[in-house]
């Protein structure tokens, strides 16, 4: 019987062991992660004023190409109006 005993203090130890061992493992992980998770937001927190220059250099863009679109469509309904007043005077209606 002590021999079963000894067996079983055995086996427990071992298996303590290996449980402290994974907990181990574990705890290093965490810390890893947080030293990575804070090197990201360090990053993420250098890239927020380059994306916000970035939005307001798009929205400026899309303003400008709205006021091109506009002159454009009134420089072409402008000069089709000066195509069409020159046609009614070559066929003589104008």
Do not use: Q, Y
């Not at 019987?1 to 427990?12: I, L, V």
């Not at 030293?35 to 250099?57: A, G, I, N, Y």
């Amino acid at each position: 019987m002590e021999e079963n005993g000894r067996r079983s203090e055995d086996k427990s130890a071992k298996s303590r062991a290996v449980v402290h061992r994974r907990m181990d493992e574990i705890v290093s992980r965490v810390g890893h992660l947080e030293t990575r998770m804070s090197e990201m937001k360090e990053d993420v927190s250098e890239m927020k004023p380059v994306t916000d220059d970035v939005k307001r250099w798009k929205l400026m863009g899309i303003g400008a190409l709205g006021v091109i679109g506009i002159g454009g469509m009134v420089l072409g309904v402008t000069f089709a109006d000066a195509i069409r007043r020159i046609g009614l005077v070559i066929i003589g209606k104008g």
